[in-house]
């Protein structure tokens, strides 16, 4: 089993709004970044959001004003909201994180980075 997945994609009308989401149990000893990438067809995977440790956010102007990332109470999800949305948002949609320090019996070391399956969203017009 993948330690990242993803899920909550699909077909939507442009302006709708879907909600994705990353599972994080597997790092449940960990602090991490969380971020969300997204890769259309032909194209470079391009940065949409991230998460750091003390819960600092970040966006690419591509989804800035529409584009909300947040984690559950429980660390065990973190989540990427997505308004407004446009064709030009059709895309797989990933999750990537980045072990800040993991405590426990954990092996994972800093800087150690693992890739969600992807979830596909395609917007149309």
């Known amino acids: 089993q993948a330690p990242l997945r993803e899920s909550g994609g699909g077909s939507i009308q442009a302006g709708g709004s879907l909600k994705l989401s990353c599972d994080t149990s597997?790092?449940?000893?960990?602090?991490?970044?969380l971020a969300w990438y997204r890769q259309a067809p032909g194209k470079e995977r391009d940065f949409v959001s991230a998460?750091?440790?003390?819960?600092?956010?970040s966006y690419a102007d591509l989804g800035k004003g529409r584009f909300y990332i947040s984690q559950d109470s429980d660390r065990n999800t973190v989540y990427l909201q997505m308004n407004d949305l446009k064709p030009e948002d059709t895309a797989t949609y990933y999750c990537?994180?980045?072990?800040?320090?993991?405590?426990?019996?954990?092996?994972?070391?800093?800087?150690?980075?693992?890739w969600g399956q992807g979830t596909q969203v395609t917007v149309s017009s």
């Open positions: 990537k994180l980045t072990v800040d320090y993991c405590g426990g019996l954990s092996t994972r070391r800093y800087g150690d980075t693992y």
């Open positions: 597997g790092f449940a000893t960990c602090t991490y970044d």
């Open positions: 998460l750091d440790p003390r819960g600092g956010q």
